[in-house]
């Protein structure tokens, strides 16, 4: 089992950045793929960025490509989002997620991750 606790979020000004945080607690966190999800009001949680249980592969949404990078630190217990050149669009609430499976069919759909932080709110401004 792992423990996530996201931090970081906040408002902002578009075109600049933020860095969200994930803090997580677990003997076998090193074991699991993390990944990053937004939710913008009335919205269905959408899939932003993935990162294997080695941090070897990162994984995108095309919206965010270019702007966004996904790195965890396991040595740390953290998993990050570094967000730049930010849009209004992505105002959201971002959640922090973990996954024991290594299934490519389920890496980007909520139903693929068992463990969810809180939330933390990002808010873009135009």
């Known amino acids: 089992q792992v423990q996530l606790v996201e931090s970081g979020g906040g408002l902002v000004q578009g075109g600049g950045s933020l860095r969200l945080s994930c803090a997580a607690s677990g003997r076998t966190f090193s074991s699991y793929r993390m990944a990053w999800f937004r939710q913008a009001p009335g919205k269905e949680r959408e899939f932003v960025a993935a990162i294997t249980w080695s941090g070897s592969s990162t994984y995108y949404a095309d919206s965010v490509k270019g702007r966004f990078t996904i790195s965890r630190d396991n040595a740390n217990n953290r998993v990050y989002l570094q967000m730049n050149s930010l849009k209004p669009d992505d105002t959201a609430v971002y959640y922090c997620?973990?996954?024991?499976?290594?299934?490519?069919?389920?890496?980007?759909?909520?139903?693929?991750?068992?463990?969810w932080g809180q939330g933390t709110q990002v808010t873009v401004s135009s």
């Open positions: 997620a973990a996954s024991s499976s290594g299934s490519i069919t389920f890496r980007e759909i909520p139903r693929g991750y068992a463990y």
